[in-house]
């Protein structure tokens, strides 16, 4: 793999489109550690939908995506986390306090 290729895909995986996202993986450009956490903190929704649906894409998806997602003030990837049964973490939380986000640290303690 050419040097470069994973810092071009982790910039196409923060700031979309997701069709550039698609073609840099049909032209090999490998994911890397931390590609769905980069997604979630530049609040690529639909980047996010497809890596999960993909099959084989070897995303690794944990509570850190919803810490990233938090750190980023997208509630609508949080949302989207809990309905696939992503987990939360504290540093979760942390997050959207350091942000001031009130409606997020409520809706995060509602879900537990």
């Known amino acids: 793999v050419p040097a470069g290729r994973e810092t071009w895909l982790v910039q196409a995986v923060r700031d979309g ?4 996202v698609k073609e840099m993986i049909a032209r090999n450009c490998p994911l890397v550690r931390g590609t ?7 609040g690529q929704l639909e980047v996010l939908k ?5 099959p084989g894409m070897g995303c690794p998806w944990n509570a ?4 990233a997602a938090a750190a980023g003030g997208h509630m609508e990837i949080l949302k989207w986390c809990r309905d696939e049964q ?3 973490e504290e540093e979760t939380s942390k997050e959207a306090a350091q942000r001031g986000d009130l409606p997020m ?8």
């Open 105 to 112: 640290l409520q809706w995060l303690r509602a879900e537990g």
């Open 36 to 42: 769905c956490r980069v997604a979630a903190e530049g």
């Open 50 to 54: 497809w890596l999960w649906a993909a």
């Open 17 to 20: 489109p997701l069709q550039l």
């Open 64 to 67: 850190r995506t919803c810490t």
């Open 86 to 88: 992503i987990p939360f």
